[in-house]
């Protein structure tokens, strides 16, 4: 076969081939079957030297064509190869914008956050601002400056956990009475809440840890008629408007005298019920008028200035406000219970 019918025969296979390509590995084979040093092209240009000077020329032409051309094919077929990956790439990928979302939950506040926040906003709106005290306590804060002497009941290894002879966990938020009247004057007027301790075993209404607010304010002329006007405010805020109030006398060491608030039932307004066990009345809080010897302690004249004082359990109003019956159910955070708020 003379060269030029082999350029020919060369031509027509690589039509023939290349119209079955499918892949870009494939066509870099043909690349180099045609093309390549060791290529057909390649055979047909050693063969040239054999001929004729004359017929050089045009059959070097021919092979520049046919290698013009298989060039173009490859480049073409490669760009055809090429988009239909792409094409099948966009396909896999695209988002299914029609797709249900996946949801998020959202978290949001405890109970117990949500009722300290609004005890919180009621006293400031009464003109009280927010105090602080640790958890971890000195025997002093707890007991002592609050007239709870050595040896009273109040201080027994039953209730109190001790960490050694001076540290405790604080039985009460009263310490930060003591506390704020260490490094502010009268006029005092503050809050305190926070978390307590005491050595209860748990059960529907006990735990050995729970959350307190104590009040507290010093100023001058103040009398057992503001603390009722302060607490009858607090109530009816946060359990309505005919919520009823009632002082019974009481005694707590750091009050003189001292007082339980209790509010009408919040279930049977008064009539009797299983909650109220039938009296009509819920305790709420301990209160009273600050004890001469707490303000003489603190540095404070009893002479010039009174004041009066009050603690209240935020898990139980907390109870009370939701209807929960169980105290156990504010500390194992079961979603259950808790997404209800
Ligand atoms: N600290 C008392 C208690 O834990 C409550 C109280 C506070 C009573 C302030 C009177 C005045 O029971």
Redesign the pocket.
Known sequence: MDLKNQLNEIERKAEELFEKIDNLDSLEALRIEFLGKKGRITEVLKEMAKLPAEEKPLIGQAANNLKNRINNMLAEKKAELEKVLADQRLKEETIDVSLPGKKIQIGHKHPLTLVTDQIKDIFIGLGFTIAEGPEIENEYNNFEALNVPKYHPARDLQDTFYIDDDYLLR????PV?IRTMAVEKPPIWIIAPGR?YRSDDLDASHSPVFH?V??LVIDKGISFADLKGTIHSFVTAVFGENTKTRFRPSY?P??EP?AEVDISCVICEGEGCRLCSSTGWLEV????MVHPNVLEMAGIDPREYSGF???MGIDRITMLKYGIDDIRLLFTNDKRFLQQF
Do not use: I, L, N, P
């Open positions: 039985t009460h938020t009263s009475q307590v307190q104590e009040g707590f750091f009050t001292s809080m301990g209160s009273g004082a009050f603690g």
